[in-house]
């Protein structure tokens, strides 16, 4: 399965080979600009929404319902699972500009990476993690 985020404040779950959506998620109030799928549940997807909407949304795939719901305080930019642990990292704009690191299981905040002046766009982890 493939997600898709964008401007119009839309998921939406696609299945490439039915060339077709499958799902759609509307509950984001802001641009959905982070999407990550656990390697850990292939049906859990987690998302992400921009300035004036700040969640970060655990996704049952399979039945289209909400998991977990956080207010991060701040926009969502890009978001990744760890595939060794069960964390997921996000990074944040408006107004932290800041880094994330949490428990994936019932994401309580595990970490605050400070230091970059503006929006963290994008991240990348080692392939040694």
């Not at 921009?50 to 956080?70: E, F, V």
Request: one cysteine or more; proline letters at 2%; charged letters at 15%.
């Amino acid at each position: 399965m493939l997600a898709s985020g964008g401007n119009d404040n839309l998921v939406f779950i696609w299945e490439p080979r039915m060339g077709k959506y499958i799902g759609k998620i509307n509950q984001h109030t802001a641009a959905v600009k982070a999407l990550a799928w656990s390697p850990h549940k292939s049906n859990l997807l987690a998302t992400g929404g921009g300035s004036t909407d700040k969640s970060i949304r655990m996704w049952n795939t399979i039945d289209m319902t909400c998991q977990h719901y956080i207010d991060s305080g701040s926009q969502v930019c890009n978001m990744l699972f760890s595939t060794s642990t069960n964390e997921l990292v996000t990074t944040h704009g408006y107004s932290l500009n800041s880094i994330m690191v949490w428990n994936a299981r019932n994401m309580q905040k595990m970490a605050t990476l400070e230091g970059h002046s503006y929006r963290v766009l994008y991240l990348a982890k080692s392939p040694n993690e």
